[in-house]
T-cell receptor, first 111, second 116 residues
Framework: SQTIHQWPATLVQPVGSPLSLECTVE??????LYWYRQAAGRGLQLLFY??????ISSEVPQNLSASRPQDRQFILSSKKLLLSDSGFYLC??????????FGPGTRLTVT | AQTVTQSQPEMSVQEAETVTLSCTYD???????LFWYKQPPSRQMILVIR??????QNATENRFSVNFQKAAKSFSLKISDSQLGDTAMYFC?????????????FGKGTKLSVIP
C-alpha cells in the first residue's frame, strides 16, 4: 500500500532563517506531488505541483521554492522565512488527475 | 475555472443521528471528479468519498454516501449513524479530468461537531 511521510511534524523558525520541509511517498511510482499551505481556519492553497523529477509548477508567487530530486521525494524550501510563511503545510500525491492523498502535515511557526 | 461552495460553515449532530453537508460547484467541464475530505483535529486530510461525474450512481462508503445531482451541480454528503470520531472539518473538492489539470479546487469547509 502507499504511504506518504512528511517531516518535521512541527517547526519553529525565526524570521530570516532558511526552511526545508521534506515529503516522501512509498508504494507507488511516478506520482504527481503537491505542496499546499493552510492558514488557521481556512482552506487549502496549492503552492507547487510536480509531474516528474525536476518538473515543478508554481501556482502562487511567494517566498518559497520546491524541488523534486527523486521520483518520490518532494522538498519545500525558503532562503529567508517571513512571518507570513507561518501555517500548516501539507504534501499530497496522486496518480494522474484523480484523488489526492495527503501526508500528516508540518506546522510551521515563524517568530 | 472551477468553483466549489460550501454554504454551511458549522453544523452539529447528535451521536447516532444522520447529517447532510451541502456542496455546490460550478464547472464548464464535462469530465470531472468530486470528493469529500475530512480534516480531524490532527489536521491530516483524509479522503472520505469520491464521485466520477460520468457515473449516475451515487457513491457510498460504509456510513458515508453522496447525493450527486449533476444538472443542479450539487454534491452533498450524508453521514449516517454519526460517531464522535466524525467530528472534523469537511471539505468538498473537485478536479477536472483534462490533460495538464492537477489542481483540486476546495470549498471553504464545514465544521461538523458530533454531540454525545
Amino acid at each position: 500500500s502507499q504511504t506518504i511521510h512528511q517531516w518535521p511534524a512541527t517547526l519553529v523558525q525565526p524570521v530570516g532563517s532558511p526552511l526545508s520541509l521534506e515529503c516522501t511517498v512509498e508504494g507507488t511510482s511516478n506520482p504527481n506531488l503537491y505542496w499546499y499551505r493552510q492558514a488557521a481556519g481556512r482552506g487549502l492553497q496549492l503552492l507547487f505541483y510536480s509531474v516528474g523529477i525536476g518538473q515543478i509548477s508554481s501556482e502562487v508567487p511567494q517566498n518559497l521554492s520546491a524541488s523534486r530530486p527523486q521520483d518520490r521525494q518532494f522538498i519545500l524550501s525558503s532562503k529567508k522565512l517571513l512571518l507570513s510563511d507561518s501555517g500548516f503545510y501539507l504534501c499530497a500525491w496522486s496518480v494522474g488527475y484523480r484523488e489526492q492523498y495527503f501526508g500528516p502535515g508540518t506546522r510551521l511557526t515563524v517568530t | 475555472a472551477q468553483t466549489v461552495t460550501q454554504s454551511q460553515p458549522e453544523m452539529s449532530v447528535q451521536e447516532a443521528e444522520t447529517v447532510t453537508l451541502s456542496c455546490t460547484y460550478d464547472t464548464s467541464e464535462s469530465n470531472y471528479y468530486l470528493f469529500w475530505y475530512k480534516q480531524p483535529p490532527s489536521r491530516q486530510m483524509i479522503l472520505v468519498i469520491r464521485q466520477e461525474a460520468y457515473k449516475q450512481q451515487n457513491a457510498t462508503e460504509n456510513r458515508f454516501s453522496v447525493n450527486f445531482q449533476k444538472a443542479a451541480k450539487s454534491f452533498s454528503l450524508k453521514i449516517s449513524d454519526s460517531q464522535l470520531g466524525d467530528t472534523a472539518m469537511y471539505f468538498c473538492a473537485s478536479v477536472y479530468s483534462g490533460a495538464g489539470s492537477y489542481q483540486l479546487t476546495f470549498g471553504k469547509g464545514t465544521k461538523l461537531s458530533v454531540i454525545p
